[in-house]
């Protein structure tokens, strides 16, 4: 009989590791298809099957899959979205081609095109900032005109609030239009940007699995212009007519997108004018969402999104009720990492579920003012809310370290990131 395997496309230096973990638990062999497969510390140190290959090419992901079922028995295939969100598009089509349950490849492509969906979205009423599409900066200037300043630029295409910037004035929408359009923005295709009204007020996010919002948490940044999330817990501050009506339009969302598949989530404001779409994500929430969901809920979103992918029956019942956080500890300034101290002092109080840095001693820093600026997070749990930010406010109190800034101007050129004003310790 031959070995029950998981296919992998690409990896995830979040929570790929608890993919691999969680497929092992459910007596699974997992194999990693990846371009490059040194990206992921998780694979060779966990001793992983990985196989080198083009996944940008659908087709070389075909023959390596073939090749794979003379010696496993696929169970399933899914993977990651990281920067480049098309990765999850080719999962769905991967899936379809070996008759596998999978996500519909042109409802994914569909969600992550911003524009494309924002236009679905509207035509379907739901609440919404307003927004234009651009192309050069004439267009960013007169979208930003007709909404009326503050506005937030972003690229149509992307992910972890890469190339994302809050403007308040004329000065700050050029900057970052010219950063957008000449040439420092990687774009993987024609430079599409996205002007939307700066929506204000809390920051919520429903996370779904197929058509049932699991629960609902806040999330808050660090100051702007950026939008590098800082602080994530569950369950929100909401009462039960708010939650109601944000689990209401989130499921509205993925009729009008065409999804309902797996996982996603969907990002609101709580505007004067109640919530109003940010963003919809078809797959998993990345970063400590999942560990969150297990520790507030007793939920393993992961283990059961693995079961729908192979075709197993998943469960989503709440096990309990409690309060999860994490807090994402934010590079101040740009220079190399000397040392960090107090995390096991962090790790041992009362509530702290987990302390964890990304960032290794005597690398480079520089910020980018998207997700790479995190270095590190603090995961707590607690039995009320009342009680979380005070756990997680004492852990961050703990935990210090040092970053001398580069003497030679060429360290920070090769790593250099978006223009830099506004930046601050999100910690």
């Known amino acids: 009989m031959l070995k029950r395997a998981l296919i992998l496309v690409e990896g995830h230096n979040g929570i790929g590791l608890l993919y691999i973990k969680a497929a092992q638990r459910l007596g699974l062999h997992t194999i990693t298809l990846s371009s490059d497969p040194t990206r992921y510390d998780y694979l060779a140190a966990e001793g992983v099957e990985a196989i080198r290959v083009d996944t940008n090419s659908l087709d070389g992901l075909i023959r390596a899959s073939a090749l794979l079922r003379a010696t496993y ?57 307003d927004y234009r599409l651009a192309v050069d900066e004439s267009d960013v200037e007169n979208a930003a005109a007709q909404i009326g300043l503050p506005v937030v630029l972003k690229p149509a295409l992307g992910s972890g609030s890469i190339g994302v910037r809050l403007c308040c004035n004329v000065d700050e929408l050029a900057e970052h239009a010219s950063y957008l359009l000449n040439g420092r923005h990687t774009w993987r295709s024609s430079p599409l940007i ?98 969150l969901l297990h520790l507030a809920y007793g939920i393993d979103l992961i283990a059961e999104h693995i079961k729908l992918v192979i075709g197993e029956e998943w469960d989503l019942r709440k096990r309990h009720s409690h309060a999860a956080g994490v807090r994402f500890l934010i590079a101040d ?65 703990l935990v210090s370290w040092s970053i001398t800034p580069f003497t030679n101007p060429g360290e920070q050129e090769q790593y250099e990131g978006p223009p830099a004003a506004g930046r601050s310790n999100g910690t």
């Not at 939307?196 to 212009?225: K, L, R, T, W």
């Not at 740009?334 to 790790?347: F, H, K, N």
């Not at 980018?368 to 009680?387: F, L, N």
């Open 73 to 129: 028995d696929i169970a399933g295939i899914t993977g990651f979205a990281g920067e480049d969100e098309s990765i999850y598009v080719t999962v769905g089509e991967l899936c379809r081609h070996f008759d596998l349950p999978g996500p519909n490849p042109a409802s994914i492509e569909r969600c992550c095109n911003k524009f494309t969906q924002r236009e679905l979205l509207a035509d379907a009423g739901i609440p919404m900032p």
């Open 194 to 291: 996205l002007v939307e009204e700066f929506a204000q007020g809390p920051h919520y996010c429903a996370d779904i699995m197929g058509n049932e919002v699991i629960g609902i948490e806040a999330a808050e940044f660090s100051p702007p212009p950026h939008f590098i999330f800082r602080e994530y817990t569950h369950p929100a501050p909401l009462n039960e007519e708010e939650y109601a009506l944000i689990a209401d339009v989130s499921l509205s969302c993925l009729q009008a997108l065409g999804l309902g598949w797996g996982p996603s989530s969907v990002e609101f404001r709580w505007t004067k004018r109640g919530p109003v779409v940010i963003e919809v994500n078809p797959r998993i929430a990345g970063g400590a969402n999942p560990q």
């Open 333 to 397: 300034r740009d220079g190399t990492l000397d040392w960090i101290s107090g995390v096991s002092q962090a790790a041992s109080l009362p509530g702290v579920a987990e302390v964890e840095f990304y960032s290794k001693l005597k690398m480079p820093i520089v910020r980018k003012g998207d997700y790479r600026d995190r270095m590190g997070h603090i995961v707590a749990t607690s039995a009320d809310c009342a009680q979380i930010r005070s756990i997680l406010d004492h852990a961050v109190d």
